[in-house]
T-cell receptor, first 114, second 111 residues
Framework: ETGVTQSPTHLIKTRGQQVTLRCSSQSGHNTVSWYQQALGQGPQFIFQYYREEENGRGNFPPRFSGLQFPNYSSELNVNALELDDSALYLC?????????????FGSGTQLSVL | DAKTTQPNSMESNEEEPVHLPCNHSTISGTDYIHWYRQLPSQGPEYVIHGLTSNVNNRMASLAIAEDRKSSTLILHRATLRDAAVYYCILRGFSGNTPLVFGKGTRLSVIA
């Protein structure tokens, strides 16, 4: 059973550019969540996808968008990058959205915006 | 979401028990208490969760106060691999509830 994998592991972009981050969920998991973790802070919830539909969103602007594919893998897209978007982006998968579900996290993509 | 309060950092000697406290005085009756930890250069990892009764698993034990306004994560014998940031999180019973992380407690383990 493979865990959650994210690509790329590191990425450098310049302000104003667009970026796409990818996540392969753990086998059998139909729910994917994305989190942003700034240096020294806890992860902040961006949004969640359940069976290809967005079904929850945190306090992030519309330039943060996502997709979930039929195989339950997912993408996070960020348009018009800003310096403050520099962070570790974490993907987590789970079986469903219930309160007892454990989230399994990938190791993240470290995004630097210059 | 209800808030939790944790010490910024704690230190433990290897092979000794560690008690990581968490205060959640505004917890509601249907909030579950979840603990995750984040090892260096990794994503968070699930540790344990509970509602009212104390819980044990292979990683840790969770002791929940009778009034549920506080809880304690117990690592029975700390190892160097347990050095991590530990997050105490309240998760509401309604569906579609994301994890809301605070800053957590940074645990250092001394050999």
């Amino acid at each position: 059973e493979t865990g959650v994998t994210q690509s790329p592991t590191h990425l450098i972009k310049t302000r104003g550019q667009q970026v796409t981050l990818r996540c392969s969920s753990q086998s059998g998991h139909n729910t994917v969540s994305w989190y942003q973790q700034a240096l020294g802070q806890g992860p902040q919830f961006i949004f969640q996808y359940y069976r290809e539909e967005e079904n929850g969103r945190g306090n992030f602007p519309p330039r943060f968008s996502g997709l979930q594919f039929p195989n339950y893998s997912s993408e996070l897209n960020v348009n018009a990058l800003e310096l403050d978007d520099s962070a570790l982006y974490l993907c987590a998968s789970s079986v469903g959205t219930g309160v007892n579900e454990k989230l399994f996290f990938g190791s993240g993509t470290q995004l630097s915006v210059l | 979401d209800a808030k939790t309060t944790q010490p910024n950092s704690m230190e433990s000697n290897e092979e000794e028990p560690v008690h990581l406290p968490c205060n959640h005085s505004t917890i509601s009756g249907t909030d579950y208490i979840h603990w995750y930890r984040q090892l260096p250069s990794q994503g968070p990892e699930y540790v344990i969760h509970g509602l009212t009764s104390n819980v044990n698993n292979r990683m840790a034990s969770l002791a929940i106060a009778e009034d549920r306004k506080s809880s304690t994560l117990i690592l029975h014998r700390a190892t160097l691999r347990d050095a991590a940031v530990y997050y105490c999180i309240l998760r509401g019973f309604s569906g579609n509830t994301p994890l809301v992380f605070g800053k957590g407690t940074r645990l250092s383990v001394i050999a």
